[in-house]
T-cell receptor, first 110, second 108 residues
Framework: DSGVTQTPKHLITATGQRVTLRCSPRSGDLSVYWYQQSLDQGLQFLIQYYNGEERAKGNILERFSAQQFPDLHSELNLSSLELGDSALYFC?????????FGSGTRLTVV | GQNIDQPTEMTATEGAIVQINCTYQTSGFNGLFWYQQHAGEAPTFLSYNVLDGLEEKGRFSSFLSRSKGYSYLLLKELQMKDSASYLCAVNRDDKIIFGKGTRLHILP
């Protein structure tokens, strides 16, 4: 157990729908990073939050949004889902130079 | 912008040594990570190089040359469980940017 918790582990939904992925960082970590990993792509950085505020944005689509709550857990919202959004979604938290990843959410859009 | 290149696939034999190379071009470089990722699982940390040189950790070693934008991961005494993808990643401006990874196949 890495200490970074992601739920759910698997999600199957239809095109056009909206889903929410949840991440709780390790105790004491203030940063949350979201990544998307498709079959033919590497880990793509989506967005970073630090202590409730957005810090950096990567290749995140406008249909996607995220937030970090006062208890430091984060949610990634994916809307108007398309087949191409099927991927593994990882979050990571950071303490110093150490980045630890959660076990991921596998999203399948049908 | 940034560009991180590593071979897509490599094959090696159990008990042998393999070197996985990574070249990068990026601004705001703070350090270079190597992660291991088994299929469908989370990446797990292997090494982090900030300064030039070789860092050894058991069967795994990582090398960095900042002036050349070059790193390698050296795996010794390969075991079947080392079959995985190895991700080179640059620590840039407080976030990690990953290469596409090198899939390593180990033959018995």
């Amino acid at each position: 157990d890495s200490g970074v918790t992601q739920t759910p582990k698997h999600l199957i939904t239809a095109t056009g729908q909206r889903v929410t992925l949840r991440c709780s960082p390790r105790s004491g970590d203030l940063s949350v990073y979201w990544y998307q990993q498709s079959l033919d792509q590497g880990l793509q950085f989506l967005i970073q939050y630090y202590n409730g505020e957005e810090r950096a944005k990567g290749n995140i689509l406008e249909r996607f949004s995220a937030q970090q709550f006062p208890d430091l857990h984060s949610e990634l919202n994916l809307s108007s889902l398309e087949l191409g959004d099927s991927a593994l979604y990882f979050c990571a938290s950071r303490q110093g130079d150490g980045y630890t990843f959660g076990s991921g959410t596998r999203l399948t859009v049908v | 912008g940034q560009n991180i290149d590593q071979p897509t696939e490599m094959t090696a034999t159990e008990g042998a040594i393999v070197q996985i190379n990574c070249t990068y071009q990026t601004s705001g470089f703070n350090g270079l990570f190597w992660y291991q990722q088994h299929a469908g699982e989370a990446p797990t940390f292997l090494s982090y190089n900030v300064l030039d040189g070789l860092e050894e950790k058991g069967r795994f070693s990582s090398f960095l040359s900042r002036s050349k934008g070059y790193s390698y991961l050296l795996l010794k005494e390969l075991q079947m469980k080392d079959s995985a993808s190895y991700l080179c990643a640059v620590n840039r401006d407080d976030k990690i940017i990953f290469g596409k990874g090198t899939r390593l196949h180990i033959l018995p």
